[in-house]
C-alpha cells in the first residue's frame, strides 16, 4: 500500500521574526511526502534541477520515500523566498523562480501506475489531469489547488475536480472557486461537481471538512511558538490523506481522525523551520499531539433547565 | 439568583447584504441581557434617552428582564450604525453618536447590589470599577473591554482585569493588551494578572478559553445564512457568563460547556437581524444548536501503526 504524490520539490529562502534559512528543502510535494511517510510508503513524482543538493536527496530518502519519480533536469529547481511578520496568516513572497518546474511535465513510473492512492498537488491543472489519465483509476484521488488556477484555468481545474474523490484547498479559494461567500453553500456547491468530500484549511484557525454526511470541524491548536508555516497546509493534506489511504477507513468517523492527523502534522510542522521537525518525529510525537486535540475540543452535555 | 448587566443600549442602524434595518434595538448590554435571560434572571443597568421606544421596553420586558436600572435621562439614545458586506468578520461603522451614554454614571439599584454574578460589558474601565465598587462582593464577575481603552486607559483596564474572574475579548485584543503576538503566551501573561479564565472571541473562527488548567477551543460552526453579525460576541457573553451562573459550575467541564452555550447563542444571534431572533427563542433550539457543536466537533481515537 502506497500514495502517490505529484507536485513541487523546491528550494526555500525564509525569513520570520525568529530567524532565517536559505536555500532550504521546500515545495509542496516535499513536505506532503514528508507528513504521509508515517502511515503510508510515499511514491513521489517531482522536477529539480542539477543544482539540488544531494543531502536534499539523502532527506527526503532517510523517510523511506520512493524517488524512482524525481526527474533531474538541466536547469535551476524552483526557488522560491518569502517573508512572514508576526502576523503567520500573512506572508510576503519576494520572489518566485520556476526554473526547471515551468517545463515540467509529470511521467509515472510504470511501477507507480497501480498505486491505489494519488495525491495531486498544486501544479495546472492540465498537468493533475495528465496524471490521472496515467495511472489506473485510484481507490482515493485528491488535488490540492490555489486561487491562480481558479482564476486562469477554471475550465481544466472544473475538469481536475470533477474526477477526484477530494478536494484541499484553503477557506477563500473555496469561496471563489464555488462563486459563494458563505461557506456551508459553497461547499455543498463543490460536491455536487463529484468529490466525496471536501477539506477546508483555515491556517491558524483550523480545519473544515464537508462530506454528504455532514461537517467537521477542528479549530486551531493554539502553540507555544510558531516559527515557520511553510509547508503547514501541505503537511497537512500529508497528514490527512495519508491516515485516511492506510487506514481506508472513509466513514465518518474516519474523516474525522484523518482531519486530526491533518493538523497534527500541521501543526507540528509549524514548530521549526521548514521540513526540520516533521522530517524527524517520533511516533509518539504524532500520537501524542492527537491527544492534545481531543483535549483541546473535548465537551461533554449536561443538563441544565433552560428559561422559556 | 441572577446576574447582573451593566452596559449600552442603543439604536442601531444596519445594512447588511440581506437588508437594512433603522432604529433597532441594540447595544452590548441588551445582547448580553437577551442572551442570558435563557438561563438565568437577568438585572440590567444602563441609560436611554427620552427618545427610546416603549415597544423596544416591553421587548426587554418580554424576557423578564429587570430593567429597575435602566435610566431614562434628557437627550438621545446611543446610536450606532454599520455595514456589511459578504466578510462578515469586517465591518464598517457608519456613526456612532453617544447621546445619553457619554455622561452616563452607573447607579446600581439598592436591589440589585447583591447579585452574586456581574458582567460589565464594553464601558469606560474606570466606570467598571465604580459598578465593582457599588456592589457587594460577588461570586462570579466578568468585563469585556476593546482595543479604545487598551490603548487610551491601560492604567485603569488594568486595575479592572486585576478584580474580575473572567476577562472576554476578542483575538487581536487579547494580543494588543498582553503586548504578546502568540496567543497562548498572551493568555498566560494576562492570566497572571488575576483573572480565572480568558475567553478569547473569534469572530466566524469560533471561540477559546483559557484558565490554569488548559485550553478549550470550538471551532466556528458553517451557517446556512449570516443576516447580521451584529450582537454576536455579547450575545456569546450572555450564554457563557449565564450558563456558568445558572449551573455553578466552574470546573474544566462547567468552563467547555459554558462556551458552547456561548457559542450557541452567539451564532443564533447571527441568522437574524439584529435581536430579532434572540428574543424568542425555544429553549429546544438552544440544546439543538449545543449539540450541534457536539456532532460538529466530536472525533474518537482509534489505534493506527505509525512509521517510524
Known amino acids: 500500500m502506497a500514495i502517490l504524490v505529484v507536485g513541487s520539490v523546491a528550494l526555500d529562502d525564509v525569513e520570520t521574526p525568529f530567524g532565517r534559512r536559505e536555500s532550504a528543502l521546500g515545495g509542496a510535494a516535499t513536505y506532503f511526502s514528508l507528513a504521509a511517510s508515517y502511515f503510508i510508503d510515499v511514491q513521489l513524482v517531482a522536477v529539480v534541477g542539477r543544482d539540488f543538493p544531494e543531502s536534499h536527496v539523502e532527506l527526503l530518502g532517510s523517510r523511506g520515500i520512493d524517488l524512482e519519480g524525481l526527474q533531474f533536469v538541466d536547469g535551476e529547481t524552483f526557488r ?60 482515493l484521488s485528491a488535488l490540492d ?17 470533477e474526477k477526484v474523490d477530494i478536494l484541499i484547498i484553503n477557506d477563500s479559494e473555496a469561496r471563489m472557486l464555488a462563486g459563494e461567500p458563505m461557506l456551508r453553500q459553497a461547499a455543498a456547491r463543490i460536491l ?26 477542528v479549530p486551531g491548536l493554539p502553540l507555544d511558538s510558531i516559527v515557520d508555516p511553510t509547508g503547514a ?37 509549524c514548530e521549526a523551520f521548514g521540513t526540520e521537525k516533521i522530517v524527524d ?18 465537551f461533554e452535555h449536561a443538563p441544565i433547565l433552560l428559561n422559556a
Request: net charge negative; with cysteine.
Open 80 to 139: 522560491w523566498g518569502g517573508k512572514y511578520g508576526y502576523d503567520f496568516n500573512a506572508r510576503e513572497t519576494l520572489f518566485t523562480h520556476l526554473g526547471a518546474f515551468a517545463e515540467f511535465q509529470p511521467q509515472i513510473p510504470a511501477s507507480f501506475r497501480k498505486t491505489p492512492n494519488v495525491f495531486l498537488a498544486n501544479i495546472h491543472p492540465r498537468l493533475q489531469l495528465d496524471v490521472l489519465e496515467q495511472v489506473d483509476r485510484p481507490l
Open 145 to 161: 489547488t490555489m486561487n491562480y488556477w481558479i482564476e486562469r484555468t477554471p475550465v481544466e481545474l472544473r475538469a481536475a475536480i
Open 192 to 217: 455536487d461537481w463529484g468529490p466525496e468530500f471536501l477539506v477546508v484549511k483555515k491556517g491558524e484557525d483550523g480545519a473544515v471538512t464537508f462530506s454528504k454526511e455532514g461537517i467537521f470541524a
Open 233 to 269: 497546509g501541505d503537511s497537512f493534506a500529508g497528514g490527512f490523506l495519508g491516515y485516511l489511504a492506510a487506514s481506508g477507513d472513509r466513514s465518518s468517523h474516519g474523516l474525522r481522525r484523518a482531519t486530526i492527523y491533518g493538523s497534527a502534522m500541521g501543526s507540528l510542522c
Open 281 to 298: 518525529l517520533e511516533p509518539h510525537e504524532i500520537e501524542d499531539r492527537f491527544q492534545e486535540y481531543k483535549r483541546l475540543t473535548h
